[in-house]
């Protein structure tokens, strides 16, 4: 169930053989791809870095109406299906929609541009970070704080030196699992984005617009470049949450 | 009268410096709030108001399409075996994996998520590269007049494969925690296996299984990506759901595109109801 189909996938690269292989993983439409998929992802990724942590610390530290309801729904984009979030973010953010209306007097196209692809990766990689960042911050003792506080620290300082280290572990993790998420996302950006090569054209709609043109040589070849990054980032991650283990001794 | 003006002078003081701090606090609430709206409810309230923004006749007249209904039964079939499919094998590998030890164990637990991190569309390149018709059995399977690619079974592969984790990692915590102590003393007591199992084991996982449940439906029903692949999308035939969403879309059919995306929103709506309800009722538990 999963080692046969990824060995087949395997075998069917390494049948290519290394010139072929580099070819076709490094033509130039491959490549613009990997540009658009690797750089909007990272930028998703580190905007919910900055924002899920502070989501999280509003959720831990503050008290406010309708708290438990947004606690809850931050998990709204692991259980809507993703062509729904696709969907409804190309209407909202197009240009007539309800954000997109306000934003094109400005000049800012969302919909239909690299810019669209970025808000459906925003959207689907949004959760990572708030819920790896929630229960660090829910085990954190005050106590520390106070004592930094009472040592003069001011509130920047206590921020930056004494919170900030204990959750970075965390927020890294966040942002390694929401990057990954972006990378492999198909089902919203596909219908967000024009597809238009060296554009807004995504790794995973190459791969699929390969199987459709029937290049099976081509679709194997970009998938094992994903797979094999996809590997790489669950190490990263598996080495990242060893090191936040290592705070709760 | 100086005593009373002290205390006068002591809580304006205080009140002073409370105010001072509590509007960083309105501030981080006020951009919180304002950021999960832009990214979450704006676009999620979208959904159902362009859904019903020519009233609650056309949405039902979508509804009774024979494409959506079949949509629909397709998609439920998918979830139906999915789900049974992916309980056993994540009951299985949970146990296997906190009852025993073995060599490569820890390498395990780590592939458990495998299926999370592949990007869906590489999910369903591996399922045609296996079984498609230059696959390794596709020749097997064509002599058998067998079709899996652009086919039902190939749509049920891809929805196993991505929704496979789910149980496991929700048990495995639970399992872990739990200890064999249980299961050992009734073991002495003279209990089988199945027993165990039964009377042990699961009233003690049910919460934890329950939550995996449940994302494993959401899960099913709501992938797009692998399926997509795998199914050849044709209308009326291998057209799921979510698909169906995708379709209607491209062929300018915004509003059936809307009338079927409700319908997966409210199935996200209840997943998170449904979460939030074991989430609780396993905080009290923890408590006592």
Not at chain 1, 40 to 52: E, H, P, R, Y
Not at chain 2, 48 to 56: M, T, Y
Not at chain 2, 153 to 172: D, N, Q
């Amino acid at each position: 169930m999963l080692f046969l189909p990824i060995a087949a996938m395997f075998l069917k690269a390494s049948t290519e053989g290394p010139v072929n292989f580099w070819r076709i993983a490094t033509s130039s439409v491959a490549l613009a791809t990997y540009n658009v998929t690797f750089v909007t992802s990272i930028l998703a990724a580190l905007m919910n870095g900055l924002f899920g942590t502070l989501i999280a610390w509003v959720l831990v530290r503050y008290k406010f109406p309708f708290k438990r309801l947004i606690d809850a729904s931050i998990d709204l984009p692991f259980a809507l299906p993703t062509s729904v979030a696709g969907l409804t973010l190309a209407t909202v953010y197009s240009n007539n929609g309800w954000i997109g209306s306000l934003l094109a007097p400005l000049g800012i196209k969302v919909s239909f541009t690299r810019l669209g692809v970025w808000v459906a990766m925003v959207f689907i990689s949004l959760p990572f970070v708030v819920r790896t960042v929630q229960p660090v911050m829910q085990e954190m003792e005050r106590e520390i704080e106070e004592a930094a506080w009472s040592l003069g620290a001011n509130q920047w300082q206590t921020f930056v030196r004494v919170i900030l280290p204990p959750l970075f572990p965390a927020i890294l993790t966040g942002v390694a699992l929401g990057f990954s998420r972006a990378v492999g996302e198909y089902g919203s950006t596909v219908i967000i984005s024009s597809n238009t090569p060296f554009r807004d054209l995504i790794a995973p709609v190459l791969i699929f617009q390969r199987l459709e043109q029937y290049d099976y040589s081509g679709a194997t070849v970009i998938g094992t470049v994903l797979l094999l990054i996809s590997l790489v980032l669950l190490l990263l991650i598996n080495f990242l949450q060893a090191w936040g283990r290592r705070y709760d001794d | 009268m100086t005593t009373r003006n002290d205390r006068n002078s002591q809580s304006s003081r205080k009140k002073a410096q409370s105010s001072e701090k509590s509007w960083i606090p309105a501030i981080l609430i006020v951009v919180a709030i304002a950021y999960v709206s832009l990214v979450l409810y704006i676009p999620a309230l979208n959904v159902f108001i362009q859904a019903f923004s020519k009233g609650v006749g056309p949405f039902f007249a979508n509804l009774t399409r024979p494409e959506f209904l079949h949509a629909v039964q397709l998609t439920v079939m998918l979830a139906a075996i999915a789900l049974p499919l992916n309980t056993v094998f994540g009951l299985c590998a949970a146990w296997a994996l906190t009852r025993h030890r073995f060599p490569g164990r820890a390498f395990v637990l780590s592939l458990i998520d495998l299926p999370f991190s592949i990007s869906p569309v590489v999910a369903g390149l591996t399922i045609v590269l296996l079984y498609g018709r230059q696959g390794w059995f596709g020749g097997w399977l064509q002599e058998h007049g067998l079709n899996i690619i652009f086919a039902f079974p190939g749509m049920v592969l891809a929805t196993a494969f991505v929704s496979m984790p789910f149980v496991a990692r929700e048990v495995i915590p639970v399992l872990e925690e739990l200890g064999s102590d249980q299961e050992e003393a009734a073991k002495t007591l003279g209990a089988n296996d199945w027993q165990i199992f039964w009377r042990v084991t699961l009233p003690n996982i049910r919460w934890g299984l329950l939550y995996g449940l449940i994302l494993t439906n959401a899960r099913a029903m709501g992938e797009f990506g692998a399926v997509s692949v795998v199914s050849g999308n044709i209308s009326g035939k291998t057209q799921s759901l979510p698909l169906f969403v995708e379709d209607a879309y491209k062929q300018y059919e915004t509003e059936a595109a809307y009338s079927a995306a409700v319908l997966l929103a409210l199935l996200a709506v209840v997943t998170l109801v449904l979460k939030e309800i074991l989430e609780r009722r396993t905080r009290i538990k923890d408590v006592e």
